[in-house]
């Protein structure tokens, strides 16, 4: 089974700065099978990027996914003030699917 | 607009059962495999069930095989999870969600339904 870890657990910024979040595999992943999710307080998780770097529709550009293998980072260019969230990192392998424990991007 | 609207959360004692609903619209329910994920208070996602457009295929979490089921109804546009042997690990937030194959992402998500499992 792949386990995914992010890092940092807490990443503290003001808006307008950038923000870098990683996600590291326990084993090599698929990156056709690697996925980013916001959820904001009392919300349902919001599909950003799929296959390590794709944007879902309607996700702003300033969202960038990027990275192979084990190693994956989600960056947010310039912070908004609707980017203060959790994101979570998510593969699927051989009938599994995984998610990082997540990445809090706080004011 | 794309609804997914989850039911049948509530109260439970441990060692019970409760089945949970997922009424889909606003898209093409039959072309899109399903899942359910959860998050306890506090914590962070986890998946638990997929099932493919036509219930050939389903897959399950370890800590949930054998005791949950993962169902779907295409006539109907709807998803369900039976769940049985609940013990207080179980509360969480269930979320369905709607598995894009050409995405390979969990696509659309419904708003959550808490189950509170507890004497």
């Known amino acids: 089974e792949i386990m995914l870890s992010q890092s940092p657990g807490t990443l503290s910024l003001s808006p307008g700065q950038r923000a870098t979040l990683s996600c590291r595999a326990s084993q090599s992943v698929d990156s056709t099978y690697l996925a980013w999710y916001q959820q904001r307080p009392g919300q349902a998780p919001r599909l950003l990027i799929y296959g390590a770097s794709r944007r879902a529709t309607g996700i702003p550009d300033r969202f960038t996914g990027s990275g192979s293998g084990t190693d994956f980072t989600l960056t947010i260019s310039r912070l908004e003030p609707e980017d203060f969230a959790m994101y979570y990192c998510?593969?699927?392998?051989?009938?599994?699917?995984?998610f990082g424990p997540g990445t809090k991007v706080d004011l | 607009e794309v609804q997914l609207v989850e039911s049948g959360g509530g109260l439970v004692q441990p060692g019970g059962s409760l089945r949970l609903s997922c009424a889909a619209s606003g898209f093409n329910f039959i072309s899109y495999s399903m899942s359910w994920v959860r998050q306890a208070p506090g914590k962070g996602l986890e998946w638990l069930s997929y099932i493919t457009t036509s219930s050939s295929t389903i897959y399950y979490a370890d800590s949930v095989k054998g005791r949950f089921t993962i169902s779907r109804d295409n006539a109907k546009n709807s998803l369900s999870l039976q769940m049985n042997s609940l013990s207080a690990e179980d509360t969480a937030v269930y979320y369905c969600a709607s598995y894009l194959i050409s995405l390979h992402a969990f696509h659309y998500w419904g708003q959550g339904i808490l189950v509170t499992v507890s004497s």
């Open positions: 998510q593969q699927y392998d051989s009938s599994l699917f995984t």
